[in-house]
């Protein structure tokens, strides 16, 4: 059963995949990274990954970048 | 719309895309401006904003920009432009003598930190303010127009202040 954090992340990135398909390709390995990591209960592997997604995030709407912090917030990051 | 008769000319005309060829304030900029604003009128308050005149706001209020920074003026830059394409086009027979002013004091006006009671000039330059986060600069909810706006920043956000990588905009 997937965490409220790890479906409002899911709902990010296809939002970014549809409004601008090239950064969702630069965003997505550092999704995966949060994600895993997240699983493992392991948040100081994957707070890089996190600070690099949201200063990727700058790039698109305010309500994405929203969304992103919450979603990251849910899974643990600081 | 409107605005669609603008773009090429605008595309053609600009300072800010073919002399400057800022990223900060060029077509990224004016499309989440646009796309904020599409956010903004989904709120009762705000839906009573003109979105023809939005638009329009979106597509000229940082057309002519001569340099990234404070830039003094150009919002009246940006309206001359609209202005001279009107007289060419003749786009006053689609818009009202009070459209035309409300794209005026939004053009102007909006980069001298003032809040708007007005529900078009309002979504304006609140959708032009929740972009400064592309500068790393979030918000402050004193500085907005609309009740949407201010929720958006301070009620939907569950990390306090802004997430991490941003700055607090600085109060004049």
Redesign the interface.
């Known amino acids: 059963m997937p965490t409220p954090g790890q479906v409002s992340l899911n709902n990010f990135y296809q939002s970014v995949r549809f409004s601008d398909p090239l950064l969702a390709c630069l965003m997505s390995e550092d999704i995966v990274s949060v994600a895993l990591n997240s699983l493992a209960l392991d948040h100081t592997s994957g707070q890089d990954a996190a600070n690099r997604l949201r200063a990727k995030a700058c790039d698109l709407p305010i309500l994405m970048c929203i969304v992103l912090d919450n979603a990251l917030t849910d899974l643990g990051y600081s | 719309m409107i605005v669609t008769q603008c773009v090429p000319y605008v595309l053609n005309k600009s300072f800010t895309l073919n002399t400057l060829q800022s990223r900060l304030h060029g077509l990224?900029h004016w499309w989440?401006v646009w796309?904020?604003a599409q956010?903004l009128v989904a709120d009762p308050y705000s839906s009573k904003a003109d979105m023809e005149v939005v638009a329009l706001y979106a597509l000229f209020h940082d057309s002519m920009r001569q340099t990234d920074g404070s830039d003094t003026g150009h919002g009246d830059r940006g309206y001359k432009l609209f202005e001279q394409l009107s007289h060419t086009l003749g786009l006053g027979r689609y818009l009202t003598e009070l459209q035309g002013e409300l794209l005026l004091e939004a053009c102007v006006n909006h980069s001298s930190g003032h809040r708007s009671i007005d529900p078009t000039i309002a979504v304006c330059w609140d959708a032009d303010r929740?972009?400064l986060?592309?500068k790393?600069i979030w918000?402050d909810p004193r500085l907005m127009s609309t009740p949407v706006g201010i929720d958006?920043?301070v009620n939907?956000?569950?990390?306090p202040n802004g997430?991490?990588?941003y700055i607090q905009e600085r109060t004049a």
């Open positions: 990224d989440r796309k904020n956010l929740l972009d986060h592309r790393g918000p958006m920043i939907r956000l569950r990390t997430p991490k990588p």
